[in-house]
């Protein structure tokens, strides 16, 4: 195994253009990925803040009573996949009117009946598919004693319509960034293999294996990818960590959330993409140099 | 050990080998010669599978090599020392390295690697020329490395192909002298060249002459 990482980072030294054309390609495919993935990471986090992580207000008719949140509860949990269900009273919910209104609450010491419904405040497990979410509403609307349903289903709905599209967009071109990325790999290990024909023959004629000539472009592969994955994420964090705290000033009267990075779990995974990438683009040239 | 029965060849329309038929036996020293075109090359490359066989059989040690699987073929390889007509070295790699390429695609371990190569590097002269890459060395060096190659690997069989070739009186001496050693140590060695007179005031063995793709004589050479 050493003996083939030797022979690969001599190849790649002795090659360092051609190497370096290709980690420059693979990082700006990879950095090209992760600024959507950075900006869908984000823009996911504000949309479960604004959704309150799929939270939903069921308003009550006003003959319910207290007798009947035992059934009512177990109805709804049949329904969907409810993570938990509290129960707001209408007195509850006026008093929590009035803390929250503070010194204009004058105005409601005059009205003689509580205004406000019974509610149910519904936890949804799963929250993201906003079709689902419609569906379990309207069962729930369905159900008697239910007046309404409240889940930001209005500018919500459309919002997600908008994220969805560019999430579409988003993964459509990592797609492309990732092909390009495969093809130049695929390309520069061809290049790379045809540079060393000589080589290669005369490795096959003093008895070398098929595995023992492959074996340091597979390494190869498995550099370039590597390299570009950290380069390009490198690149991200260097942009991110000079842009991002004036974004997040500039923004800070309309969102009240930090910018993040990628997560852990992320880095890892475009990584581990990108190292495959290399490999793969590797296993389709030699696959078809060796048939 | 090598067997030949009805070997042909054919390159396009023309016949390279014709029904060529053969027995080397374990240690012989045979001198393939014959005119530039008679088909020593061919007959040499078909013996370790560079070169398909168009028509009979080849054996070696009881293996028909017309049903040699691809995944065999390396391990064929490895039971020759193969000396080529233009050295065949890897102009990117040392001397030691060139060396070395053929213990390390054995898969022997980088001890014994070392001792080996600096062993026949040693024998052959061209320690000193240990890191030095292949085009800074003189055709006579170039041989000289080409050879400790093909020996490093203690084959059973030696062939080499107008080892000779592109050397002065004395370097050409000094490489089938060498060769000889091998031979006397129970190596079966095989020798294609043209230059039948070196060859005569050198060794002892037998001659294998072509002509056009037949032999045309089969003696002991004394």
Known sequence: MIHFLKRAIADILSNKFLNLITIITISLSILMVSVFLL?????????????????????????????KLPQLKAQINSLGDIDEIVYISKEKALDTLKKSMASQTTFLTTIKKNPLPDALEIKIRSHNNLKE?????????AIDIVEDIEYGQGWLGKFLKIFNLFKITGYAMCGFFFLMALFITANTVRLAFYSRKIEV??????????????????????????????????????????????????????????????????????????TFLGWFGCYLSLKQIFT | MIRLFNVS????????????????????????????????????????LDENIFEGQVLIDGMNLSRISASKLPFLRRRFGIIFQ?????????????????????????????????????????????????????????????????????????LADEPTGSLDPTSARAILDFLM??????????????????????????????????????????
């Open chain 1, 201 to 274: 023959d005369i490795m096959r004629l003093v008895g070398a294996t098929e595995t023992f000539i492959k074996a340091p472009f597979y390494i190869e592969g498995l550099i370039q990818g590597f390299a570009g994955g950290v380069l390009g994420l490198g690149a991200l964090l260097t942009t991110y960590t000079m842009v991002s705290s004036g974004i997040t000033q500039s923004l800070a009267f309309y969102v009240y959330f930090d910018i993040q990075f990628l997560s852990f779990k992320m880095v890892m995974l475009i990584i581990f993409s990108s």
């Open chain 2, 9 to 48: 060849k054919r390159f396009g329309g023309k016949l390279a080998l014709k029904n060529i038929t053969l027995d080397i036996e374990q240690g012989e020293f045979i001198f393939i010669s014959g005119p530039s075109g008679a088909g020593k090359s061919t007959l040499m490359k078909i013996l370790y």
């Open chain 2, 181 to 222: 050693e091998y031979h006397k140590k129970g190596t079966t060695i095989l020798i294609a060249s043209h230059d039948l007179h070196l060859m005569k005031n050198t060794i002892q063995g037998r001659n294998i002459e072509l002509n056009a793709g037949r032999i045309i004589s089969n003696d002991i050479m004394l």
């Open chain 2, 86 to 158: 233009d050295f065949k070295l890897i102009p990117t790699r040392t001397v030691y390295e060139n060396i070395a390429l053929v213990l390390e695609a054995a898969g022997k371990k980088p001890s014994f690697i070392k001792k080996k190569v600096m062993q026949v590097l040693r024998s052959t002269g061209m320690r000193k020329k240990a890191k030095a890459f292949p085009l800074t060395l003189s055709g006579g060096e170039q041989q000289r490395v080409a050879v400790a190659r093909a020996v490093v690997g203690e084959p059973s069989i030696i």
């Open chain 1, 133 to 141: 979410v419609q569906t379990l509403a309207q069962n729930i609307k």
């Open chain 1, 39 to 67: 900006f869908f990471e984000n823009a996911g986090r504000v949309i479960e803040s604004w959704n309150q992580g799929g939270r939903a207000m069921i308003y009550l008719k006003d003959d319910f009573n207290a007798d």
